[in-house]
């Protein structure tokens, strides 16, 4: 009788678990097709989501969309973008340094015209370094750029330099207590504000220039001057007005030469993953840059002439500057003067998205900025390039992968140049 009883509990307690189960199970079913349900009848009453045309899905992950040895075969293509760059501004400098010996040698309007055109390539070719020096800015140590950063102070006071309308004994050419010197003209760079500039690209433009295309200094100002006249005898005949504007321009055109020289030299970009991250990052960061100087633009174009009539950051330039530095069919950037030589950004492949989309991109850009009809005031035009350079801004975004690789900067130890 135990035993049997013995088995009848077991038999009951069995049931009893089975039945359990069965009622867990029943639950667990019927939430699961309410859930079921009260979704489906939420989705039947939202719309579908609009597609975002040409914007890369977050799906993909930075392998499929860029692998890393892919991201290094374009940091190979950046390097050699970079290098061409600054070996051609370099030689520009060059260039613009020897147009200034022949105009001081031989004061004439000719000489000067060849020292102004000298200038304005130089500094097309400097103005497209503009991604390339963000990435030095990241690499290189501090104390190795500073000087290379001094050279597109603008605005700027001309009244700080030299005389001018009004002024004839102002600046620093008539203060015959300034040493012309490397060294004390550096120091006399914007001592209590920014626009007291006394060294980079613009103070030397106002030099070939004048305050304004119709200002030009008269070709005597820039006469070496041998021997005073009295009543001033005993002054040494270096303080002459002439003889300092003289040495002041020599200066200028030297420091503008070693500091493309040192640009140069700080272009040795090692093959590393975490630099390509950096490269790209530096692009990120200018085209950022371009999309807020594109909503703002009274401080764009022609809106901001300097003394020679060339625009201050020149949005379309940038922009074609940019693109240089990614894989696409175009020319060395500058300005309509004249057309440079072919990208070399040419070694990556098309068998990834990141160079599919940049090439597109990179041509759907360079479409709407070729528009001679276009305006900075017209808002359409405007509207549809900041589409573009948006959808550029994601395309780099995803190429650059998580956020998290971004704070491995390298130590700026390794990065060997020259100090200024």
Not at 33 to 56: E, H, K, R, T, Y
Not at 157 to 184: C, E, Q, R
Not at 203 to 226: A, D, T
Not at 349 to 375: A, C, H, P, R, V
Request: with cysteine; glycine share 4%; aromatic share 8%.
């Amino acid at each position: 009788m135990i035993g049997k009883y013995s088995i009848s509990l077991n038999s009951a307690h069995t049931m009893s678990l089975q039945l359990q189960n069965l009622t867990l199970f029943l639950q667990r079913s019927f939430v699961s097709l309410m859930m079921m349900s009260l979704a489906s009848l939420l989705l039947g009453c939202s719309p579908p989501p609009d597609p975002i045309p040409n914007v890369p899905t977050q799906e993909a992950s930075q392998e499929e969309f860029l692998s890393h040895s892919q991201r290094n075969a374009w940091h190979d293509d950046f390097s050699t973008a970079g290098n061409q760059l600054a070996s051609q501004l370099h030689h520009n400098a060059d260039q613009l340094h020897l147009s200034i010996e022949t105009f001081l040698r031989q004061p004439s309007e000719e000489n000067r015209i060849l020292a102004q055109q000298h200038w304005l390539s130089t500094y097309d070719k400097f103005q497209a370094m503009e991604p390339a020096l963000h990435y030095l800015q990241t690499i290189a140590p501090p104390n190795q750029l500073q000087q290379i950063l001094l050279m597109d102070q603008w605005p700027i006071i001309p009244g700080y330099l030299d005389s001018v309308a009004g002024y004839p004994f102002s600046g620093i050419v008539n203060d015959v207590t300034v040493t012309l010197d490397l060294k004390t003209v550096i120091a006399q760079h914007s001592p209590t504000d920014a626009s007291e500039a006394s060294l980079g690209f613009h103070v030397l433009e106002f030099f070939l220039w004048g305050e304004s295309l119709g200002q030009l200094k008269p070709l005597q100002h820039y006469s070496p001057f041998e021997n005073w006249q009295s009543p001033q005898p005993q002054r040494p005949v270096t303080d002459h007005p002439n003889n300092r504007r003289r040495a002041y321009l020599l200066l200028l055109s030297e420091l503008i030469r070693s500091t493309c020289y040192q640009a140069n030299s700080l272009w040795a970009l090692p093959d590393n993953t975490r630099y390509s991250l950096l490269a790209l990052e530096s692009l990120y960061k200018a085209l950022g840059e371009i999309r807020k100087d594109l909503h703002q633009p009274s401080s764009v174009e022609d809106n901001t002439p300097t003394f020679s009539g060339h625009a201050h950051r020149p949005l379309t330039p940038r922009i074609q500057a940019l693109l240089y530095f990614l894989p696409a069919a175009k020319s060395l950037p500058t300005s309509s003067r004249g057309k440079g030589a072919s990208n070399a950004t040419q070694g990556l492949g098309t068998n990834n998205l990141f160079t599919q989309q940049t090439m597109d991109l990179s041509n759907k850009i360079n479409i709407i900025i070729s528009d001679s009809q276009y305006s900075l005031d017209d808002k359409n035009w405007s509207d549809k390039l900041d589409f573009a350079l948006t959808q550029m801004e994601t395309t780099l975004f995803n190429a650059m992968g998580s956020p998290t690789h971004l704070a491995q900067h390298p130590t700026a130890a390794s990065h060997s140049a020259a100090n200024f």
